[in-house]
């Protein structure tokens, strides 16, 4: 399966988590959410704008909680980051903002990870189970955002599928039209078209419906003309 997705599809699956992340994780003031898909693809969203500062320079850096948290697969904390050293430009650009503290909780679902990190404006270190609550949560919506990708994609290729076999039966028709006109078999015919096709720049099955919507009419002329190209060849 392919489990890449526009940022515009992805966006509002995590906004929406790292919403209900900050709501069931006590003494949190903010979130960030980042989605990382097989092959590098990432998007990343946040709860509230001067939290982006935070988000993407982890991805680019690799340095931070988050992109700790991605690596090893389990949470990271730091329960307060005046005495917590691990990350620098991460924890210079944390405490500019007034954070003293944060937990990145990572979760993986069809093999597409997501690590909320949680900050808080005063030292702190959520319990286990919150920890816990919030993997669940990660979980879910991964797992939501990527059903709802495989129904998109289903619909997407019956549509694709209907219009192709819409298609290929006003082309069937068009042809029984011509080769009765021309008194030629079905392959020159579907010569025929093709050559208009080629000649108008319109698709062939454009070609196809003209004719068939006219039953032939009017265009018997035109149509033995290429026919006779047909035949000559190149």
Request: glycine share 10%.
């Amino acid at each position: 399966m392919d489990t890449r997705s526009d940022a515009g599809a992805v966006a509002p699956w995590l906004v929406g988590l790292g919403g209900r992340a900050l709501r069931c994780s006590a003494g949190c003031r903010g979130a960030t959410v980042v989605l990382r898909f097989p092959g590098g693809e990432s998007h990343s969203a946040v709860t509230h704008p001067d939290l982006a500062a935070l988000a993407a320079p982890q991805e680019e850096a690799g340095e931070g909680p988050g992109a700790e948290a991605a690596r090893s697969g389990l949470p990271v904390r730091a329960a307060d980051l005046v005495a917590d050293a691990r990350w620098p430009e991460f924890r210079v650009a944390a405490l500019e903002r007034g954070l003293r503290a944060c937990t990145a909780v990572p979760a993986t679902a069809w093999g597409v990870m997501a690590t909320v990190t949680l900050y808080a404006f005063r030292p702190w270190r959520p319990p286990a189970e919150t920890l816990d609550v919030v993997r669940v949560l990660a979980e879910e919506a991964v797992g939501g955002l990527l059903r709802e990708r495989v129904r998109a994609d289903a619909e997407a290729e019956a549509e694709q599928l209907r219009t192709a076999m819409a298609s290929r039966a006003v082309i069937d028709q068009a042809i029984g039209i011509v080769t009765h006109l021309l008194d030629c078999d079905a392959g020159q015919a579907f010569d025929v078209l093709r050559t208009l096709s080629q000649r108008s720049n319109r698709k062939l099955s454009a070609v196809a419906a003209g004719i068939v919507e006219g039953r032939g009419r009017g265009s018997t002329r035109e149509l033995r003309r290429v026919l006779g190209d047909v035949r000559e060849g190149p």
